[in-house]
């Protein structure tokens, strides 16, 4: 239950600033996002409405808040080798045709950037399938690949750093080979194993 309510007009103006801070676009139908993704920060912030807090983030100068706001109303659902035909793609026929104009170019590295990469499993799984193209295609192994990853959301991405996931993420997507080959299990929190695995 929503802890504190939002009228439409306070919808509305929340609905615009957001877009503006960060292009999340909050459907028209979906004012309960806002109520019960912010209201225990409104709270939390001393404001007694929406109304007030809406003037405290938009005037008040405070990064720390805006950034808190962009975090909470971020959706970061993610999983492991999302959708699986990017996945193939990138290793059937993208990271070949790399390797073919590195090599025709006398280029050594590819750089991918993962540029929403939520909790980490996007940046994690391409490193994984272009450690495992390269087990099977000698051109593309001559490669070094940097990827880049970077989320709006600060909290995400402090997980994608870690690299330390709970079971229930690492049972989303990710074939037991791949868990076992790249990660370390410590009770119930797996960690990514990085340098030592190839990455
Ligand atoms: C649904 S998740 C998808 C994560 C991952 N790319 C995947 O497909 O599994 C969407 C991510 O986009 C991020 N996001 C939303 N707007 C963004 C922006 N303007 N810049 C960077 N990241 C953004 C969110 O914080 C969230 O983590």
Same mark, same amino acid.
């Given at each position: 239950?929503?802890v ?6 306070? $919808? ?10 960060? &292009? %999340? *676009?909050?459907? =028209?139908?979906k004012?309960?996002?806002? =109520?019960?993704? @912010?209201?225990? @920060?409104v709270?939390?912030?001393? #404001?007694? +409405? $929406? +109304?007030? /807090? ?5 005037y008040?100068?405070?990064?720390? *808040?805006?950034d ?12 492991? $080798?999302?959708?699986?035909?990017? /996945?193939?793609?990138?290793?059937e026929? @993208?990271?070949? =045709?790399?390797a ?16 929403? #990469?939520s909790?980490?499993q =996007? !940046?994690?799984? %391409? ?10 295609n000698?051109?593309?192994?001559? @490669?070094? #690949? ?12 402090? *997980?994608?750093?870690? &690299? ?6 690492? +049972?989303r997507?990710? !074939? !037991?080979?791949?868990?076992?080959? /790249? /990660?370390?299990?410590? &009770? ?9 695995? &190839?990455?």
């Open positions: 239950m929503a504190l309510s939002i009228s439409a007009r306070e $919808f509305s103006a929340f609905r615009k600033l957001l877009a503006e801070m960060s &292009g %999340i *676009l909050v459907a =028209e139908n004012a309960y996002l806002i =109520e019960t993704r @912010l209201g225990s @920060l709270l939390e912030t001393g #404001c007694e +409405s $929406f +109304s007030e /807090f809406y003037n405290k983030v938009k008040g100068g405070d990064d720390d *808040l805006r808190k706001v962009v975090d909470l109303m971020s959706t970061n659902e993610t999983l492991w $080798f999302r959708d699986s035909h990017p /996945f193939t793609i990138l290793k026929i @993208l990271l070949p =045709e790399y073919n104009r590195a090599r025709e170019n006398g280029r050594t590295s590819i750089k991918i950037w993962s540029a929403a #990469c909790t980490g =996007e !940046p994690y799984s %391409i490193a994984m399938t272009f450690i495992d193209a390269a087990r099977s000698p051109d593309i192994a001559k @490669l070094s #690949c940097d990827i880049l990853a970077s989320d709006i959301s600060t909290s995400a991405l402090r *997980l994608a750093k870690l &690299g330390r996931y709970e079971s229930i993420a690492m +049972s997507g990710l !074939p !037991p080979e791949y868990r076992d080959a /790249f /990660f370390v299990q410590n &009770g119930r929190v797996w960690k990514s194993l990085r340098r030592s695995s &190839g990455w």
